[in-house]
């Protein structure tokens, strides 16, 4: 199920054709590594070498909220953002939901979750990180976006987002 505020909705609907740089696609494309039920982006496998349950559960709560938090990706730490408005910038973040949810969907069988958001309001300039967890029984993110003065998209490897 796509979910998204009022902010998003804007760039969905004017989204545009805007490739992703290749060093964060070929990152991309590398897949997932999972351990202990807790899968993150393979480029990101170290932070799971010392994964203490214990200290996951008190510092995020639940698995889901770990995984959101340690497979975050700044988009902007790929591009030089000067050259890129929010609108191209957020339009790659799309770009990169896609090829999140199409190697997800080659690579495995369950689901996950993709979020795509932007600061509109950073006082760095134009920005956009997107992050996943796998989805679990009884394990949620968040229940609203009311209130949420980021932009954000939330959707299910399973969703099309094509417009």
């Known amino acids: 199920m796509i979910v998204l505020n009022h902010q998003m909705s804007e760039f969905l609907l004017s989204r545009g054709n805007t490739p992703i ?83 997800w969907n080659k690579l495995r069988d369950d689901e996950c979750s993709i979020i795509l958001s932007s600061d509109l309001e950073s006082d760095f300039g134009s920005n956009a990180s997107l992050t996943f967890h796998k989805k679990r029984a009884n394990e949620i993110l968040m229940d609203s976006l009311d209130g949420c003065l980021q932009a954000v998209f939330i959707c299910d490897n399973n969703d099309s987002i094509t417009i």
């Not at 975050?72 to 957020?90: A, C, K, V, W």
């Open 21 to 103: 740089p290749e060093t964060l696609e070929l990152k991309i494309l590398e897949g997932f590594y999972e351990h202990a039920d807790t899968i993150v982006f393979a480029f990101y496998k170290d932070r799971l070498e010392h994964l203490d349950y214990d200290t996951v559960i008190s510092r995020y709560g639940d698995l889901t909220g770990f995984e959101a938090s340690t497979n975050r990706i700044h988009i902007d730490d790929y591009i030089h953002n000067e050259n890129f408005t929010t609108n191209e910038i957020i339009n790659i973040g799309f770009s990169l939901v896609q090829l999140v949810q199409n190697l």
